[in-house]
């Protein structure tokens, strides 16, 4: 029997919004048409498949969106779909919008409800990576990561500003609740003293001998960047017991917080959105499923959701080395 032409596709943003998400969506909608299928939005994730928010979108659509940060199809955690009975009605939406296959771009989070809602309803879908933690497995970049890497580097660089004005030692949060990408990436691109990550074993003692090491090389500042994941403590503990061990120095702290969520997309990742958006419509249409597809050495790949789930990209052990270095 000759596979089923996909006639209509769903296309929904899920969990923590990330910029180039829009350029996602316009790419997914964009492919849709060109390859002449139906393409239905789904607004506000999984939660509002369960409640059939959703619209038909064409090429003009989506337009003026590829440079806008966040999702104009807004984005929710559904603790319903979490739930057989939320799947069950979630699957009713599917079958009354005559949706032949889903594209979720999100996180793992999202990846693993969409395995579940497979397995258990056999909707195909496709996976497109986007979150700012780049922390999954089967793409060497994530959307979203790119833009709140810069982001992040650019308030560091501010904030050191300050640093060297007033001989100050800044402590400064970036996010990164399991990863440490964004610290390690804005770390050495602002010149910080020490990076702070949950994948590598940090001590107070290492952090303290850093400080002194650098004050003795002459250095009047210092900005010591702490993923929020980080597990010797979060930034305001380290900040406290820095200060108890050098009464003398003056210390500061500063949690970046959502800023790294917002904005207006790189370059980086609008090309990365729509590379992914595009081999995401190509690969349903090809008749896969339970797959994300990311980039890897820059070329498309695909992963099986099992895996990308399962298992998470690894800090690169040459940047953790470069920090090392450069700090002398």
């Known amino acids: 029997m000759p596979d089923k032409i996909l006639k209509k596709i769903g296309v929904l943003t899920s969990g923590g919004d990330s910029p180039g998400m829009n350029a996602a969506i316009r790419a997914v909608v964009r492919a849709c048409a060109y390859y002449k299928t139906q393409c239905i939005g789904i607004h506000r994730g999984f939660e509002g498949l369960i409640h059939n928010e959703t619209c038909e979108l064409g090429p003009r659509s989506v337009r003026h969106i590829i440079n806008k940060g966040g999702t104009f199809l807004k984005t929710a955690r559904s603790?319903?779909?979490?739930?057989?009975?939320?799947?069950?009605?979630?699957?009713?939406?599917?079958?009354?919008?005559?949706?032949?296959?889903?594209?979720?771009?999100?996180?793992?989070?999202?990846?693993?409800?969409?395995?579940?809602?497979?397995?258990?309803?056999?909707?195909?879908?496709?996976?497109?990576?986007?979150?700012?933690?780049?922390?999954?497995?089967?793409?060497?970049?994530?959307?979203?990561?790119?833009?709140?890497?810069?982001?992040?580097?650019?308030?560091?660089?501010?904030?050191?500003d300050s640093a060297t004005s007033h001989n100050r030692v800044f402590f400064i949060e970036v996010m990164g609740r399991d990863a440490g990408f964004i610290a390690l990436g804005s770390g050495i691109a602002s010149g910080a003293q020490e990076i702070l990550i949950p994948e590598r074993k940090d001590s107070l003692d290492d952090l303290f001998d850093s400080l002194k090491r650098s004050e003795q090389a002459g250095k009047n500042s210092s900005i010591i960047v702490v993923s929020e994941g980080e597990e010797l403590g979060n930034v305001y503990e380290l900040?406290?017991?820095?200060?108890?061990?050098?009464?003398?120095?003056?210390?500061?702290?500063?949690?970046?917080?959502?800023?790294?969520?917002?904005?207006?997309?790189?370059?980086?990742?609008?090309?990365?959105?729509?590379?992914?958006?595009?081999?995401?419509?190509?690969?349903?249409?090809?008749?896969?499923?339970?797959?994300?597809?990311?980039?890897?050495?820059?070329?498309?790949?695909?992963?099986?959701?099992?895996?990308?789930?399962?298992?998470?990209?690894?800090?690169?052990?040459?940047?953790?080395k470069i920090s090392k270095i450069l700090v002398i």
């Open 79 to 160: 603790e319903k779909f979490k739930t057989a009975e939320g799947r069950k009605i979630a699957a009713g939406a599917v079958v009354d919008n005559q949706i032949d296959g889903l594209i979720i771009i999100g996180g793992d989070g999202s990846f693993r409800g969409a395995k579940d809602f497979y397995e258990e309803f056999g909707i195909p879908f496709i996976g497109v990576p986007g979150t700012i933690d780049n922390d999954i497995f089967g793409t060497d970049f994530t959307i979203g990561y790119d833009t709140a890497l810069n982001t992040a580097m650019e308030a560091i660089d501010r904030i050191r």
């Open 239 to 320: 900040a406290n017991a820095t200060k108890e061990k050098f009464p003398e120095y003056d210390i500061r702290v500063s949690v970046l917080g959502y800023i790294q969520r917002g904005g207006h997309p790189s370059c980086m990742d609008r090309i990365l959105a729509s590379r992914l958006g595009v081999a995401a419509v190509e690969a349903i249409l090809d008749h896969k499923t339970n797959i994300m597809v990311g980039l890897k050495s820059n070329r498309i790949v695909q992963t099986p959701i099992e895996e990308a789930v399962k298992k998470h990209n690894e800090i690169d052990i040459e940047l953790l």
